[in-house]
């Protein structure tokens, strides 16, 4: 089955504690996207990657690395995590970035709190 | 800059009521144009998209038209159902630009 899996799903800690979000899809995708989700707001783009080892900021990157060392694999690192990035998180995938009629598939999103 | 309008929910109605969310756009460019929806406790999935002006875009009895002159891609349904509860986030994308663009999202409630 084609899809984007994220781990973890939900995810409670404190501030200035590394974690990192991972994000896996099967369908040999080129670009790969982190959002953010905050009410109100819709979902705000924090970095996407065209390729493997191509990562470019998006509207929202303080405080969040990417990298991207597989085809697959897109984590999202938070360093030291601060209230303001409590959130819900969604990954997302798609064959050709640049194509406008490229249909991009999410994830099931990580809701993180930072206490 | 590029940027999408929804009408503000929370939106309730009842079960087999006519909907209509709204969105309007503005973009630089062609923006191609999408609805995704958000069932509770689950990710965006695509519900209906169209790339160029006068497009009619269709999916699970939802449509939505291209209107260039108005720059609007209205979400319609004849018949809601319980089902379709869900948040709906009406979305953009142009040529080279690397993302989508979100509205904020409206939240539909369907009750029986």
């Known amino acids: 089955e084609a899809q984007v899996t994220q781990n973890p799903r939900y995810l409670i800690t404190v501030t200035g504690k590394k974690l990192t979000v991972t994000c896996s899809q099967n369908m040999n995708h080129e670009y790969m996207s982190w959002y953010r989700q905050d009410p109100g707001l819709g979902l705000r783009q924090i970095y996407y990657?065209?390729?493997?080892?191509?990562?470019d900021k998006g509207d929202v990157p303080e405080g969040y690395k990417v990298s991207r060392k597989e085809k697959r694999n897109f984590p999202l690192i938070l360093e030291s995590p601060s209230p303001n990035q409590t959130s819900l998180y969604f990954c997302a995938s798609s064959l050709f970035p640049t194509v406008p009629q490229e249909t991009q598939y999410f994830g099931p999103g990580t809701r993180l709190l930072v206490l | 800059g590029n940027s999408v309008t929804q009408m503000e929910g929370p939106v309730t109605l009842s079960e087999e009521a006519f909907l209509t969310i709204n969105c309007t756009y503005t973009?630089?460019?062609?923006?191609?144009l999408f609805w995704y929806v958000q069932y509770p406790g689950e990710g965006l999935q695509l519900l209906l998209k169209?790339?160029?002006?006068?497009d009619k875009g269709s999916n699970k009895g939802f449509e939505a038209t291209y209107r260039k002159e108005t720059t609007s891609f209205h979400l319609e349904k004849g018949s809601v159902q319980v089902s379709d509860s869900a948040v709906y986030f009406c979305a953009l994308t142009v040529q080279g630009a690397q993302k989508l663009v979100f509205g904020q999202g409206t939240r539909l409630t369907i009750n029986p």
């Open positions: 973009a630089t460019g062609y923006p191609s």
């Open positions: 990657s065209m390729n493997v080892e191509v990562t």
């Open positions: 169209a790339t160029k002006a006068d």
